[in-house]
């Protein structure tokens, strides 16, 4: 039997998106903005989907019809984080390059996300036990595979350099460095552009070997 002609299969086209779609979404995505903000700097327990709304103008009882509960937005914030550090760590790791550049890299793009967004890094730093059991589960696996990049490349860093590093040292050093960075938004105010131009040196000075 022949293989069936994809060439007379009919064309399939995504739907365009409705202007009620997309002002949802943006009005979503504000909402998440406000709720990042506000439990970065008051906790996830001293925040009230209220207290959220209020923010974004819209009342507590319609705040439901986006969110069923507080946990599931902060559900949502910090998986998403979560997925844009470990996609974005890949592609750092796929663009190739030597290991030194690899490197430098990584932590332009980390840095980037820290000076950007200093509310997501700071909730995802501090309030991972609010996270539903599923949640956690999964916000847990891709920070490991997104620490387990890092290592990589400082192991191929330090071979480069004829050092030889124990998987278990790389593993602390990417941690310590995580932890020195991810601090920077509860740092005294520091213009961005000289924030940026500091922490890539600290932060491989942490991890050089």
């Given at each position: 039997?022949?293989?069936?002609?994809?060439?007379?299969?009919?064309?399939?086209?995504p739907?365009p998106?409705?202007?009620?779609?997309?002002?949802?979404?943006?009005r979503?995505?504000?909402?998440?903005?406000?709720?990042?903000?506000q439990i970065?700097?008051?906790?996830?327990?001293?925040?009230?989907?209220?207290?959220?709304?209020?923010?974004?103008?819209?009342?507590?009882p319609?705040?439901?019809?986006?969110?069923?509960?507080k946990?599931?937005?902060?559900?949502e914030?910090?998986?998403e984080v979560?997925?844009?550090?470990?996609?974005?760590?890949?592609?750092?790791?796929?663009?190739g390059?030597?290991?030194?550049?690899?490197?430098?890299?990584?932590?332009?793009?980390?840095?980037?996300?820290l000076?950007t967004?200093?509310?997501?890094?700071?909730?995802?730093?501090?309030?991972?036990?609010?996270?539903?059991?599923?949640?956690?589960?999964?916000?847990?696996s891709?920070?490991?595979r997104?620490?387990?990049?890092w290592?990589g490349?400082?192991?191929?860093h330090?071979?480069?350099?004829?050092?030889?590093?124990?998987a278990l040292?790389?593993?602390?050093?990417?941690?310590?460095?995580?932890?020195?960075?991810n601090?920077?938004p509860r740092?005294?105010?520091?213009?961005?552009?000289?924030?940026?131009?500091?922490?890539?040196?600290?932060?491989?000075?942490?991890?050089?070997?």
């Amino acid at each position: 039997m022949n293989p069936p002609d994809d060439r007379n299969r009919p064309t399939t086209h995504p739907r365009p998106v409705t202007r009620r779609e997309q002002a949802k979404a943006a009005r979503r995505a504000e909402i998440l903005a406000a709720a990042a903000r506000q439990i970065a700097q008051r906790g996830y327990s001293g925040v009230r989907l209220e207290d959220i709304g209020a923010e974004v103008g819209i009342s507590g009882p319609a705040m439901y019809r986006h969110f069923a509960s507080k946990s599931d937005l902060i559900d949502e914030i910090l998986l998403e984080v979560s997925e844009r550090l470990h996609d974005g760590g890949r592609a750092a790791v796929d663009a190739g390059g030597d290991p030194t550049e690899v490197l430098r890299r990584l932590i332009d793009f980390h840095i980037d996300e820290l000076v950007t967004k200093p509310d997501l890094i700071s909730v995802q730093d501090r309030d991972l036990w609010s996270l539903s059991p599923q949640a956690r589960h999964r916000v847990r696996s891709l920070q490991r595979r997104y620490v387990e990049s890092w290592v990589g490349v400082l192991l191929d860093h330090a071979r480069e350099r004829g050092v030889e590093l124990e998987a278990l040292e790389a593993r602390v050093r990417v941690h310590a460095m995580f932890g020195l960075l991810n601090s920077s938004p509860r740092l005294p105010d520091f213009p961005p552009d000289r924030l940026r131009d500091l922490l890539p040196r600290m932060a491989f000075a942490a991890l050089d070997c």
